[in-house]
């Protein structure tokens, strides 16, 4: 198959029947499918984030939110539903972008944690054309004279804080959110009550602490990930993993 070939298969939308069989693929782990799924409908995101611009909000920001919510359609999409995977999707990714401008809208994110961010995923992408690769946090640092810290901050600090209730990952079918993570035992009357502790528990930990919960449960990064992010091992984040659910419980 030719270059011109391949780009224009590259183009092509997915049957139905690819989708179901790559939806099932990802749901069980496959990274790959997860991917494809992701590239195909892409434009989709895209289309949707046009619709919240003017807003006062950076592009990419609003994107990342759209993606985010992609990827949790494809975590939850369930045949039986009846309906095609992009109109399941459409309100899951609007829903993401939605919630993030109703909280924003009451906690207020100064304008060199912004900019900051900004900065920050203008230089990933520069260093992502250029090395071939996903850059380390420490690299976008460097790029652009900041610490990897401050922009785990600044990126914690834009993201809506009740996505802590969100689907974080599947286990055996069923949702897992982040409150899970941290508290089993919680009643439907104290829900208000644990959501603000979350937020305050989440302020007061220390800063690599709060790095490695952002990046494993709001940015759905595994371990292994981390690790290479942060230049440590599997093992050292699955126990400081461990260790920092156990403070917060203990918090709480």
């Known amino acids: 198959?030719?270059?011109?070939?391949?780009?224009?298969?590259?183009?092509?939308?997915?049957?139905?029947?690819?989708?179901?069989?790559?939806?099932?693929?990802?749901?069980?782990?496959?990274?790959?499918?997860?991917?494809?799924?992701?590239?195909?409908?892409?434009?989709?995101v895209k289309?949707?984030?046009?619709?919240?611009?003017?807003?006062?909000?950076?592009?990419?920001?609003?994107?990342?939110?759209?993606?985010?919510?992609?990827?949790?359609?494809?975590?939850?999409?369930?045949?039986?539903?009846?309906?095609?995977?992009?109109?399941?999707?459409?309100?899951?990714?609007?829903?993401?972008?939605?919630?993030?401008?109703?909280?924003?809208?009451?906690?207020?994110?100064?304008?060199?944690?912004?900019?900051?961010?900004?900065?920050?995923?203008a230089a990933k992408e520069y260093l992502k054309a250029e090395l071939k690769r996903e850059p380390t946090i420490q690299e976008i640092a460097e790029n652009i004279e900041s610490s990897p810290d401050e922009i785990i901050y600044a990126m914690e600090a834009v993201r809506a804080p009740t996505s802590i209730y969100d689907v974080i990952y599947e286990d055996d079918d069923n949702p897992i959110l982040l409150i899970d993570k941290v508290s089993e035992e919680y009643s439907q009357e104290d829900e208000a009550m644990v959501r603000l502790t979350l937020k305050d528990l989440l302020s007061k930990l220390e800063k690599r602490e709060r790095t490695i919960i952002v990046m494993r449960y709001f940015q759905d990064k595994t371990q292994s990930e981390i690790a290479k992010l942060l230049d440590i091992s599997q093992v050292q984040v699955s126990r400081i993993e461990k260790r920092i659910l156990k403070k917060m419980r203990e918090m709480i």
Not at 10 to 25: A, G, I, P, V, Y
Not at 72 to 91: D, G, H
């Open 1 to 44: 198959m030719d270059v011109v070939s391949a780009s224009q298969e590259d183009r092509q939308l997915l049957s139905h029947d690819e989708t179901l069989s790559l939806l099932e693929k990802a749901q069980q782990g496959d990274e790959k499918a997860k991917e494809r799924l992701v590239e195909k409908n892409i434009a989709l």
């Open 47 to 121: 289309s949707l984030v046009k619709k919240f611009l003017n807003r006062g909000y950076e592009y990419e920001d609003l994107f990342q939110l759209g993606s985010i919510g992609l990827v949790k359609a494809i975590y939850n999409y369930n045949p039986s539903y009846n309906v095609r995977f992009s109109t399941y999707a459409v309100p899951m990714i609007i829903g993401e972008i939605k919630r993030f401008l109703r909280d924003d809208s009451m906690i207020k994110v100064s304008r060199s944690l912004k900019e900051l961010v900004t900065k920050a995923n």
